[in-house]
């Protein structure tokens, strides 16, 4: 691989199986596409459309642990489907990346349902970010109440049937199961803890588009093991571990 241009990093995930070029400021993925991506229940030939897919972090992890997916992935900022484009050939993921706005969806995706929608939208308020080194991290920051439209907008392009998943903020919840009432059922809740005994700053919740199955909140996801990070050594519970370096999908829920 050749040396990244300025200002763009290459950074392994799923214990390095995945190298992934991403800006060096401004949004960088983390934790959260890599849970989200272990959360949808997708199975080999049906497709998958991410919402707001950035350099392509999830949808890659995704096709990483299934085979035979058809996946699409739709992004608003050119700099970010652009290294999503090349973070495809690198790591031969097939996954076809349109660089559009969720609230303006492209004709093409107009035209199309999917087996699968996933989303990781925005999680800190406008001005939350102090001083952002570039456009794209305030853009993708900024939540502007509008979680509700990133599920109209997946539920849109779900076949009945189909199946939304989403990773965000615990205290957007309440909003997430507004955007969902009357429209999807099965709903499936799992908190996300940093440590055992702290409070679940992070859900991942799943939907099932036209059924009418009843509420599950999970047990919570732990992601680190001890009470208290010591400096040096790797944490990780042993499901977080499982999931982030070796590319395994939730086994719950």
Same mark, same amino acid.
């Given at each position: 691989?050749?040396?990244?241009?300025?200002?763009?990093?290459?950074?392994?995930?799923?214990?390095? &199986?995945?190298?992934?070029?991403?800006?060096?400021?401004?949004?960088?993925?983390?934790?959260?596409?890599?849970?989200?991506?272990?959360?949808?229940?997708?199975?080999?030939?049906?497709?998958?459309?991410?919402?707001?897919?950035?350099?392509?972090?999830?949808?890659?992890?995704?096709?990483?642990?299934?085979?035979?997916?058809? +996946?699409?992935?739709?992004?608003?900022?050119?700099?970010?489907? $652009?290294?999503?484009?090349?973070?495809?050939?690198?790591?031969?993921?097939?996954?076809?990346?349109?660089?559009?706005?969720?609230?303006?969806?492209? $004709?093409?995706?107009?035209?199309?349902? #999917?087996?699968?929608?996933? $989303?990781?939208?925005?999680?800190?308020?406008?001005?939350?970010?102090?001083?952002?080194?570039?456009?794209?991290?305030?853009?993708? #920051?900024?939540?502007?109440?509008?979680?509700?439209?990133?599920? %109209? $907008?997946?539920?849109?392009?779900?076949?009945?049937?189909?199946?939304?998943?989403?990773?965000?903020?615990?205290? +957007?919840?309440?909003?997430?199961?507004?955007?969902?009432?009357?429209?999807?059922? %099965?709903?499936?809740?799992?908190?996300?803890?940093?440590?055992?005994?702290?409070?679940?700053?992070?859900?991942?919740?799943?939907?099932?588009?036209?059924?009418?199955?009843?509420?599950?909140?999970?047990?919570?996801?732990?992601?680190?093991?001890?009470?208290?990070?010591? +400096?040096?050594?790797?944490?990780?519970?042993?499901?977080?571990?499982?999931?982030?370096?070796?590319?395994?999908? #939730?086994? &719950?829920?």
């Amino acid at each position: 691989m050749t040396d990244p241009e300025p200002h763009v990093t290459v950074d392994g995930f799923l214990g390095g &199986r995945l190298q992934i070029r991403q800006p060096q400021n401004g949004y960088r993925a983390a934790t959260d596409p890599v849970f989200l991506a272990a959360w949808v229940p997708a199975k080999s030939g049906e497709s998958v459309l991410e919402l707001g897919c950035g350099v392509g972090v999830a949808s890659l992890c995704l096709g990483a642990r299934i085979e035979g997916l058809s +996946q699409t992935g739709l992004e608003l900022q050119a700099d970010y489907a $652009a290294l999503a484009r090349q973070n495809v050939e690198i790591n031969g993921i097939p996954l076809q990346v349109v660089e559009g706005d969720l609230t303006r969806m492209p $004709a093409n995706l107009k035209e199309q349902s #999917f087996d699968h929608v996933l $989303a990781n939208p925005p999680f800190f308020p406008e001005g939350s970010v102090s001083k952002p080194q570039d456009g794209g991290k305030s853009l993708a #920051f900024v939540n502007d109440n509008s979680t509700g439209i990133w599920i %109209d $907008a997946g539920l849109r392009r779900l076949r009945a049937g189909g199946v939304f998943s989403m990773v965000h903020l615990s205290e +957007q919840l309440g909003e997430i199961l507004a955007g969902l009432s009357g429209r999807a059922g %099965d709903i499936t809740i799992l908190p996300v803890t940093a440590r055992k005994n702290k409070p679940a700053k992070r859900v991942l919740v799943r939907a099932t588009k036209a059924a009418r199955g009843p509420l599950r909140l999970l047990s919570p996801f732990v992601v680190h093991s001890g009470d208290e990070h010591v +400096q040096g050594q790797p944490d990780y519970s042993p499901e977080a571990e499982g999931i982030l370096r070796l590319g395994k999908g #939730f086994e &719950r829920g």
